[in-house]
Protein backbone atom coordinates (compact mmCIF):
# COMPACT_ATOMS: atom_id res chain seq x y z
CA UNK A 1 0.00 0.00 0.00
CA UNK A 2 1.43 3.23 -1.00
CA UNK A 3 1.11 6.32 1.19
CA UNK A 4 -1.21 7.79 -0.99
CA UNK A 5 -3.83 4.95 -0.50
CA UNK A 6 -3.34 4.21 3.21
CA UNK A 7 -6.15 5.01 5.43
CA UNK A 8 -5.90 7.64 8.07
CA UNK A 9 -8.00 8.28 10.72
CA UNK A 10 -9.10 11.62 9.53
CA UNK A 11 -10.50 10.33 6.78
CA UNK A 12 -11.99 7.10 7.63
CA UNK A 13 -14.08 9.66 10.38
CA UNK A 14 -15.53 11.38 7.76
CA UNK A 15 -16.59 8.38 5.91
CA UNK A 16 -18.30 6.86 9.68
CA UNK A 17 -19.32 10.25 10.18
CA UNK A 18 -21.06 10.56 6.51
CA UNK A 19 -24.40 12.41 7.17
CA UNK A 20 -24.09 13.26 10.59
CA UNK A 21 -23.55 16.86 11.71
CA UNK A 22 -20.59 17.62 13.44
CA UNK A 23 -22.80 18.93 16.13
CA UNK A 24 -25.04 15.25 16.69
CA UNK A 25 -21.71 13.75 16.62
CA UNK A 26 -19.98 16.10 19.52
CA UNK A 27 -23.17 15.32 21.32
CA UNK A 28 -22.50 11.62 21.42
CA UNK A 29 -18.68 11.69 21.92
CA UNK A 30 -18.99 14.43 24.73
CA UNK A 31 -16.41 16.52 22.54
CA UNK A 32 -16.52 19.72 20.96
CA UNK A 33 -16.89 20.29 17.25
CA UNK A 34 -13.89 21.74 17.05
CA UNK A 35 -12.47 19.20 18.02
CA UNK A 36 -13.67 17.10 15.38
CA UNK A 37 -12.97 19.46 13.19
CA UNK A 38 -9.65 19.87 13.49
CA UNK A 39 -8.93 16.01 13.33
CA UNK A 40 -10.99 15.41 10.13
CA UNK A 41 -8.88 18.07 8.82
CA UNK A 42 -5.33 16.72 10.11
CA UNK A 43 -4.79 19.54 12.21
CA UNK A 44 -4.41 17.36 15.70
CA UNK A 45 -3.46 14.13 16.59
CA UNK A 46 -6.46 12.38 18.25
CA UNK A 47 -5.43 10.93 22.10
CA UNK A 48 -7.00 7.58 23.30
CA UNK A 49 -9.18 9.22 25.14
CA UNK A 50 -11.26 10.93 21.79
CA UNK A 51 -10.09 8.44 20.09
CA UNK A 52 -11.84 5.94 21.92
CA UNK A 53 -15.32 8.38 22.37
CA UNK A 54 -15.32 8.97 18.41
CA UNK A 55 -15.10 5.17 17.86
CA UNK A 56 -17.80 3.93 19.89
CA UNK A 57 -19.89 7.14 18.72
CA UNK A 58 -19.84 6.06 15.11
CA UNK A 59 -19.83 2.41 15.79
CA UNK A 60 -16.40 2.01 14.30
CA UNK A 61 -15.69 -1.39 16.34
CA UNK A 62 -12.41 -0.31 17.36
CA UNK A 63 -11.28 0.78 14.03
CA UNK A 64 -10.52 4.34 14.72
CA UNK A 65 -8.36 3.86 18.15
CA UNK A 66 -6.92 1.43 15.99
CA UNK A 67 -5.78 3.87 13.91
CA UNK A 68 -5.00 6.62 16.49
CA UNK A 69 -2.70 4.10 17.56
CA UNK A 70 -0.96 3.53 14.32
CA UNK A 71 -0.63 7.36 13.83
CA UNK A 72 1.26 8.01 16.90
CA UNK A 73 3.01 4.69 16.42
CA UNK A 74 4.28 6.20 13.27
CA UNK A 75 4.59 9.56 14.57
CA UNK A 76 6.81 8.25 17.53
CA UNK A 77 9.42 6.09 15.20
CA UNK A 78 9.66 9.15 12.68
CA UNK A 79 10.65 11.16 15.44
CA UNK A 80 13.23 8.13 16.87
CA UNK A 81 16.28 9.22 15.10
CA UNK A 82 16.38 12.56 16.47
CA UNK A 83 17.95 14.36 19.77
CA UNK A 84 14.98 14.24 22.48
CA UNK A 85 13.30 17.34 23.31
CA UNK A 86 16.20 19.38 24.57
CA UNK A 87 13.52 21.51 26.66
CA UNK A 88 12.13 18.63 28.67
CA UNK A 89 15.58 16.84 28.83
CA UNK A 90 17.09 20.06 30.16
CA UNK A 91 13.99 20.67 32.63
CA UNK A 92 14.80 17.30 33.70
CA UNK A 93 18.19 17.94 34.55
CA UNK A 94 17.45 20.80 36.29
CA UNK A 95 14.87 19.43 38.64
CA UNK A 96 17.47 16.63 39.48
CA UNK A 97 19.70 19.55 40.85
CA UNK A 98 16.81 20.72 42.61
CA UNK A 99 16.22 18.30 44.32
CA UNK A 100 19.70 18.11 45.24
CA UNK A 101 19.53 21.22 46.89
CA UNK A 102 17.08 21.32 48.56
CA UNK A 103 16.17 17.87 49.69
CA UNK A 104 18.85 15.19 51.28
CA UNK A 105 19.30 12.73 49.22
CA UNK A 106 17.18 9.66 49.12
CA UNK A 107 16.29 6.44 46.84
CA UNK A 108 14.45 7.07 43.45
CA UNK A 109 10.67 6.68 43.62
CA UNK A 110 10.38 3.30 42.29
CA UNK A 111 13.00 2.04 44.77
CA UNK A 112 10.76 4.08 47.62
CA UNK A 113 7.82 2.50 46.60
CA UNK A 114 9.20 -1.15 46.06
CA UNK A 115 10.16 -0.95 49.80
CA UNK A 116 6.53 -0.91 50.79
CA UNK A 117 6.35 -4.70 50.39
CA UNK A 118 3.55 -4.41 47.80
CA UNK A 119 3.17 -6.89 45.62
CA UNK A 120 3.54 -6.03 42.10
CA UNK A 121 1.42 -7.86 39.41
CA UNK A 122 3.04 -8.67 36.11
CA UNK A 123 1.47 -11.31 33.97
CA UNK A 124 -1.80 -9.01 33.28
CA UNK A 125 -4.49 -11.30 31.22
CA UNK A 126 -7.39 -9.93 28.82
CA UNK A 127 -7.40 -7.55 26.06
CA UNK A 128 -5.10 -4.80 26.79
CA UNK A 129 -7.38 -2.11 25.79
CA UNK A 130 -10.18 -3.07 27.87
CA UNK A 131 -7.13 -3.50 30.33
CA UNK A 132 -5.86 -0.17 30.16
CA UNK A 133 -9.32 1.30 30.15
CA UNK A 134 -10.06 -0.58 33.45
CA UNK A 135 -6.65 0.69 35.01
CA UNK A 136 -7.64 4.35 34.11
CA UNK A 137 -11.13 4.00 35.72
CA UNK A 138 -8.89 2.75 38.88
CA UNK A 139 -7.19 5.76 38.67
CA UNK A 140 -10.21 7.67 38.75
CA UNK A 141 -11.51 5.56 41.84
CA UNK A 142 -8.84 6.12 43.39
CA UNK A 143 -8.63 10.30 43.24
CA UNK A 144 -12.59 10.20 44.44
CA UNK A 145 -11.21 8.16 47.56
CA UNK A 146 -8.43 11.08 48.10
CA UNK A 147 -10.75 14.13 47.11
CA UNK A 148 -13.44 12.20 50.18
CA UNK A 149 -10.83 10.42 52.83
CA UNK A 150 -7.66 11.93 52.51
CA UNK A 151 -4.66 10.67 50.85
CA UNK A 152 -4.37 8.10 53.85
CA UNK A 153 -7.32 6.46 52.73
CA UNK A 154 -5.60 5.34 49.51
CA UNK A 155 -2.16 5.32 49.93
CA UNK A 156 -1.23 1.90 49.26
CA UNK A 157 -3.69 1.03 46.93
CA UNK A 158 -2.29 3.83 45.00
CA UNK A 159 1.20 3.49 45.17
CA UNK A 160 0.22 -0.61 44.34
CA UNK A 161 -1.65 0.59 41.44
CA UNK A 162 1.10 2.36 40.13
CA UNK A 163 3.86 -0.31 40.30
CA UNK A 164 1.32 -2.68 38.39
CA UNK A 165 1.34 0.06 35.92
CA UNK A 166 5.47 0.44 35.79
CA UNK A 167 5.44 -3.72 35.67
CA UNK A 168 3.22 -3.44 32.44
CA UNK A 169 4.85 -0.48 30.61
CA UNK A 170 8.46 -2.19 31.27
CA UNK A 171 7.54 -5.44 29.40
CA UNK A 172 5.13 -3.39 26.27
CA UNK A 173 6.32 -2.53 23.21
CA UNK A 174 4.99 0.22 20.17
CA UNK A 175 1.44 1.74 20.58
CA UNK A 176 0.69 -0.28 23.89
CA UNK A 177 4.19 1.11 25.76
CA UNK A 178 3.34 4.61 25.17
CA UNK A 179 -0.32 4.76 26.22
CA UNK A 180 1.48 2.94 29.28
CA UNK A 181 3.88 5.72 29.61
CA UNK A 182 0.80 8.17 29.31
CA UNK A 183 -0.61 6.52 32.64
CA UNK A 184 2.02 6.07 34.31
CA UNK A 185 2.72 9.46 34.13
CA UNK A 186 -0.91 10.24 35.64
CA UNK A 187 -0.50 7.36 38.35
CA UNK A 188 2.81 8.52 39.24
CA UNK A 189 2.04 11.96 39.87
CA UNK A 190 -0.81 11.08 42.16
CA UNK A 191 1.10 9.30 43.97
CA UNK A 192 3.25 12.24 44.04
CA UNK A 193 0.61 14.44 45.40
CA UNK A 194 -0.85 11.85 47.89
CA UNK A 195 3.06 11.44 49.35
CA UNK A 196 3.22 15.10 49.69
CA UNK A 197 -0.32 15.72 51.14
CA UNK A 198 1.06 13.25 53.79
CA UNK A 199 4.26 15.59 54.37
CA UNK A 200 6.81 13.56 52.33
CA UNK A 201 8.16 16.59 50.20
CA UNK A 202 11.25 14.85 49.37
CA UNK A 203 9.90 11.42 48.21
CA UNK A 204 6.91 13.28 46.28
CA UNK A 205 9.64 15.14 44.74
CA UNK A 206 10.81 11.97 42.90
CA UNK A 207 7.86 11.02 42.29
CA UNK A 208 6.97 13.91 40.44
CA UNK A 209 10.13 13.75 38.69
CA UNK A 210 9.91 9.93 37.14
CA UNK A 211 6.49 10.87 36.44
CA UNK A 212 7.32 13.72 34.00
CA UNK A 213 9.92 11.33 32.88
CA UNK A 214 7.05 9.28 31.53
CA UNK A 215 5.19 11.74 30.09
CA UNK A 216 8.10 12.82 28.38
CA UNK A 217 8.35 9.22 26.90
CA UNK A 218 4.57 9.05 25.82
CA UNK A 219 4.65 12.64 24.27
CA UNK A 220 2.18 14.43 26.71
CA UNK A 221 3.03 17.92 27.02
CA UNK A 222 0.37 18.81 29.28
CA UNK A 223 1.18 16.19 31.85
CA UNK A 224 4.74 17.22 31.69
CA UNK A 225 3.92 21.12 32.21
CA UNK A 226 1.35 19.87 35.44
CA UNK A 227 4.03 17.89 36.64
CA UNK A 228 6.55 20.51 36.80
CA UNK A 229 4.40 23.05 38.22
CA UNK A 230 3.35 20.37 40.99
CA UNK A 231 6.93 20.76 41.55
CA UNK A 232 7.19 24.48 41.89
CA UNK A 233 4.50 24.43 44.67
CA UNK A 234 6.26 22.40 46.38
CA UNK A 235 9.18 24.59 45.94
CA UNK A 236 7.16 27.68 47.00
CA UNK A 237 5.29 25.69 50.01
CA UNK A 238 9.06 25.14 51.30
CA UNK A 239 10.37 28.84 50.83
CA UNK A 240 12.19 28.65 47.64
CA UNK A 241 10.17 31.08 46.31
CA UNK A 242 13.02 32.22 43.18
CA UNK A 243 12.96 28.51 42.14
CA UNK A 244 9.74 27.87 42.57
CA UNK A 245 9.05 30.84 40.00
CA UNK A 246 11.92 29.62 37.73
CA UNK A 247 10.67 26.41 37.55
CA UNK A 248 7.23 27.43 36.74
CA UNK A 249 8.33 30.04 33.83
CA UNK A 250 9.91 27.00 32.09
CA UNK A 251 6.82 24.65 32.31
CA UNK A 252 4.99 27.88 31.09
CA UNK A 253 7.58 27.93 28.35
CA UNK A 254 7.72 24.31 27.17
CA UNK A 255 3.53 24.66 27.54
CA UNK A 256 3.35 27.00 25.18
CA UNK A 257 0.14 26.62 23.06
CA UNK A 258 0.76 23.12 23.25
CA UNK A 259 -0.20 21.97 26.30
CA UNK A 260 -4.09 21.90 27.12
CA UNK A 261 -5.54 25.17 28.20
CA UNK A 262 -6.44 23.59 31.41
CA UNK A 263 -3.06 22.85 32.31
CA UNK A 264 -2.04 26.45 31.22
CA UNK A 265 -4.50 28.13 33.29
CA UNK A 266 -3.84 26.55 36.48
CA UNK A 267 -0.36 26.96 35.94
CA UNK A 268 -0.82 30.89 35.24
CA UNK A 269 -2.54 30.67 38.31
CA UNK A 270 0.38 28.89 40.41
CA UNK A 271 2.46 31.37 38.84
CA UNK A 272 0.34 33.85 39.98
CA UNK A 273 1.23 32.66 43.59
CA UNK A 274 4.73 32.53 43.28
CA UNK A 275 4.98 36.07 42.13
CA UNK A 276 2.72 37.06 45.24
CA UNK A 277 5.02 35.64 47.52
CA UNK A 278 8.16 37.56 45.52
CA UNK A 279 5.64 40.89 45.57
CA UNK A 280 5.73 41.31 42.34
CA UNK A 281 2.19 42.56 42.46
CA UNK A 282 1.56 43.41 38.44
CA UNK A 283 2.92 40.07 36.85
CA UNK A 284 1.09 38.34 39.50
CA UNK A 285 -2.21 40.38 38.47
CA UNK A 286 -0.92 39.22 35.11
CA UNK A 287 -1.01 35.42 35.37
CA UNK A 288 -3.90 35.75 36.96
CA UNK A 289 -6.15 37.13 34.38
CA UNK A 290 -4.93 34.69 31.88
CA UNK A 291 -5.59 32.08 34.18
CA UNK A 292 -9.54 32.92 33.93
CA UNK A 293 -8.55 34.08 30.37
CA UNK A 294 -7.73 30.30 29.47
CA UNK A 295 -10.18 28.68 31.86
CA UNK A 296 -13.08 29.61 29.23
CA UNK A 297 -11.74 27.38 26.88
CA UNK A 298 -10.55 24.50 29.33
CA UNK A 299 -13.85 22.51 29.42
CA UNK A 300 -13.42 21.45 25.39
CA UNK A 301 -13.78 17.79 25.93
CA UNK A 302 -10.13 16.77 26.06
CA UNK A 303 -9.70 18.14 29.54
CA UNK A 304 -7.15 15.34 31.23
CA UNK A 305 -8.22 13.88 34.16
CA UNK A 306 -5.42 14.91 36.53
CA UNK A 307 -6.37 18.52 36.12
CA UNK A 308 -10.10 17.76 36.18
CA UNK A 309 -10.62 19.72 39.26
CA UNK A 310 -9.97 23.04 37.65
CA UNK A 311 -13.32 25.25 38.22
CA UNK A 312 -14.22 28.83 39.00
CA UNK A 313 -13.47 27.90 42.52
CA UNK A 314 -9.75 26.29 42.11
CA UNK A 315 -9.30 29.77 40.84
CA UNK A 316 -11.30 31.78 43.41
CA UNK A 317 -8.67 29.80 45.86
CA UNK A 318 -5.58 30.68 44.34
CA UNK A 319 -6.80 34.15 43.59
CA UNK A 320 -7.06 34.61 47.32
CA UNK A 321 -4.04 32.59 47.94
CA UNK A 322 -2.40 35.26 45.91
CA UNK A 323 -3.41 38.53 47.25
CA UNK A 324 -2.98 36.95 50.55
CA UNK A 325 0.43 36.98 49.84
CA UNK A 326 0.34 40.70 48.83
CA UNK A 327 -1.81 42.14 51.11
CA UNK A 328 1.39 43.45 53.10
CA UNK A 329 2.59 45.20 50.22
CA UNK A 330 -1.04 46.21 48.43
CA UNK A 331 -3.54 46.40 50.98
CA UNK A 332 -5.85 47.74 48.38
CA UNK A 333 -6.18 43.93 46.87
CA UNK A 334 -7.26 42.93 50.22
CA UNK A 335 -10.77 43.09 49.25
CA UNK A 336 -10.72 41.38 45.98
CA UNK A 337 -8.75 38.47 47.86
CA UNK A 338 -11.44 38.05 50.37
CA UNK A 339 -14.26 38.15 47.92
CA UNK A 340 -12.41 35.61 45.66
CA UNK A 341 -12.28 33.19 48.82
CA UNK A 342 -15.52 33.72 49.91
CA UNK A 343 -16.52 32.71 46.60
CA UNK A 344 -14.40 29.60 46.26
CA UNK A 345 -16.09 28.22 49.83
CA UNK A 346 -19.64 29.20 48.74
CA UNK A 347 -18.83 27.50 45.47
CA UNK A 348 -16.12 24.53 46.50
CA UNK A 349 -17.73 20.94 45.60
CA UNK A 350 -18.72 18.70 47.95
CA UNK A 351 -16.69 16.03 46.83
CA UNK A 352 -13.72 17.37 47.29
CA UNK A 353 -13.22 17.10 51.14
CA UNK A 354 -9.73 17.38 51.56
CA UNK A 355 -9.22 20.21 49.35
CA UNK A 356 -11.88 22.43 51.18
CA UNK A 357 -8.78 22.63 54.22
CA UNK A 358 -6.87 24.98 51.79
CA UNK A 359 -9.37 27.13 51.19
CA UNK A 360 -10.35 27.70 54.65
CA UNK A 361 -6.92 28.29 55.76
CA UNK A 362 -6.52 31.11 53.08
CA UNK A 363 -9.82 32.78 53.98
CA UNK A 364 -8.74 32.34 57.91
CA UNK A 365 -5.35 34.43 56.91
CA UNK A 366 -7.37 36.94 54.39
CA UNK A 367 -10.16 37.43 57.23
CA UNK A 368 -7.28 37.94 60.15
CA UNK A 369 -5.67 40.75 58.03
CA UNK A 370 -8.89 42.51 57.66
CA UNK A 371 -9.18 42.29 61.40
CA UNK A 372 -12.24 39.92 62.08
CA UNK A 373 -10.54 37.79 64.08
CA UNK A 374 -13.31 35.75 65.37
CA UNK A 375 -14.53 34.59 61.94
CA UNK A 376 -10.72 33.84 61.21
CA UNK A 377 -10.67 31.61 64.17
CA UNK A 378 -13.68 30.02 63.30
CA UNK A 379 -12.59 29.35 59.80
CA UNK A 380 -9.15 27.89 61.03
CA UNK A 381 -10.97 25.63 63.54
CA UNK A 382 -12.63 24.06 60.27
CA UNK A 383 -9.65 23.89 58.38
CA UNK A 384 -7.80 22.07 61.32
CA UNK A 385 -11.03 19.42 61.41
CA UNK A 386 -10.85 19.07 57.87
CA UNK A 387 -7.34 18.55 57.26
CA UNK A 388 -7.32 15.75 60.72
CA UNK A 389 -10.47 14.18 59.63
CA UNK A 390 -8.54 13.51 56.03
CA UNK A 391 -5.22 12.95 57.30
CA UNK A 392 -3.89 15.83 55.59
CA UNK A 393 -0.10 16.91 57.14
CA UNK A 394 0.16 19.53 54.32
CA UNK A 395 -3.40 21.14 54.94
CA UNK A 396 -2.80 20.55 58.67
CA UNK A 397 0.05 22.39 58.87
CA UNK A 398 -0.96 25.34 56.75
CA UNK A 399 -4.08 25.52 59.39
CA UNK A 400 -2.63 25.05 62.74
CA UNK A 401 0.16 28.28 61.24
CA UNK A 402 -3.27 30.67 60.76
CA UNK A 403 -4.34 29.35 64.19
CA UNK A 404 -0.97 30.64 65.91
CA UNK A 405 -1.03 34.08 63.80
CA UNK A 406 -4.89 34.28 64.46
CA UNK A 407 -3.91 33.73 68.36
CA UNK A 408 -0.89 35.85 68.67
CA UNK A 409 -3.46 39.35 67.34
CA UNK A 410 -6.30 38.13 69.57
Not at 81 to 98: F, H, K, N
Not at 110 to 115: E, P, Q, R, S, V
Not at 226 to 248: E, T
Not at 313 to 321: D, R, S, V
Request: glycine share 8%; hydrophobic share 45%; charged share 20%.
Amino acid sequence: MTPADEVTFAAELRRLRGQLTLRALARRANCSKSIISDLEHRRRTPTPRIAGALDKAVGADGTLVALADAERQRASERAAPTAPDSAVDGLLREWDIVLRRNFLKGTSAATAALATGLGITTDLDGDSRDLLHAHQDLRAVHGRLDNLRGAQAVYRQAVDHHQQILAWHASATGAERQRLAALASDTGGFVGFLTYDLGQAELAATHYRDAAAHAQEAGDVSSCTNLLGQMSRILADLGHYDRALSLADRALHLAGTRAHPAVRSWLHAVRSHHHGCLGAGPAARGDLGTAWTLLERADDGEKPPYIGYLSTAELNKWTGHTMLRLASTAPKLIPAGRAALDEARADWPAAIVRGSAEVLSASAGIYRVTGELDAAAGLATRAVAVATKTGSARNLRAALIAQALISTDS
